[in-house]
């Protein structure tokens, strides 16, 4: 793979399901990207505002994957994600939230969504790794959503949408290079990223209630490693929400 390949669709009920759809047809590395989402999805079957032509809806084809590292696959995406928003908007903090957003000061601007596609007999065949990036957006798309930013609330600049998808589909390049050529340093590179380890935080399971606790590390299978009153306990799935009394921004 020498550059990635990307592809520009009008609009898509979702650019994951139309990389799915295509998978076989289509390069492994490739970028479908959509200039408008009608069914546009987040973790957990959330639905992912996706206005005409404000941001990124974009999902990268990685047919040679792990399957001991399969988690790391988002990785190499967040990784992606985050070296093209410092380049667009160098001095800004941009960090990684576990498991798959990326966030600005307590504000998210991306969201990843990364699935399996299986072929006959449920054979893996590779993921595909949905992002979600707000680029342009006003403030006013994201009300009665959790707090989120866009490139545009943070700089006050408008941005050409095609410069940044070049440089994304570059980013993501290089870290499914080092996906398939050294996963160690891709995982140590996420791990470095995620500024919340040592922090205390309230994480949501999929089923049951909410509970604070210090999200102390990270296992290389993408588990959070949680402190709790009862010990140090893993966490799976869920939702995690940062506490304005216990971190400052």
């Known amino acids: ?38 069914a ?3 973790r957990q079957g959330r639905q992912w505002i996706s206005p005409a032509d404000e941001n990124i809806y974009a999902t990268m084809i990685i047919k040679n ?48 969504l990364t ?22 957006s006003e403030l006013t798309t994201f009300d009665g959503l959790p707090p989120a930013a866009s490139l545009y609330t943070l ?9 940044v998808i070049f440089s994304l589909a570059k980013h993501l390049l290089a870290c499914y290079i080092i996906y398939i050529d050294n996963a160690n340093l891709l995982f140590d590179r996420w791990r470095a990223e995620n500024r919340l380890i040592g922090q205390e935080l309230e994480f949501e399971p999929a089923n049951g209630e909410s509970f604070r606790a210090v999200f102390r590390d990270v296992l290389r299978s993408g588990e959070a490693v949680l402190e709790t009153a009862q010990g140090l306990e893993q966490f799976t799935c869920g939702d995690v929400r940062i506490l304005k009394d216990s971190i400052t921004f």
């Not at 550059?3 to 009008?10: G, K, N, R």
């Open 1 to 38: 793979m020498k550059e990635a390949q990307v592809i520009f669709l009008d609009e898509v009920d979702s650019t994951n399901k139309y990389a799915k759809e295509h998978f076989a047809e289509l390069p492994d590395g490739t970028l479908v990207t959509a200039s408008r989402q009608t």
């Open 40 to 42: 546009g999805r987040g």
């Open 65 to 112: 994957v792990h399957p001991d590292d399969l988690y790391l696959t988002t990785a190499a995406g967040s990784l992606a994600v985050l070296e093209t928003l410092r380049e667009f908007a160098p001095g800004y903090d941009f960090f990684l939230k576990w498991p798959n957003d990326v966030y600005v000061n307590n504000q998210k601007i991306c969201g990843i």
């Open 115 to 136: 699935e399996s596609v299986l072929g006959p007999g449920y054979k893996l065949e590779g993921v595909a790794v949905g992002l979600g990036i707000n680029i342009n």
């Open 155 to 163: 700089t006050g600049q408008r941005f050409f949408l095609k410069n």
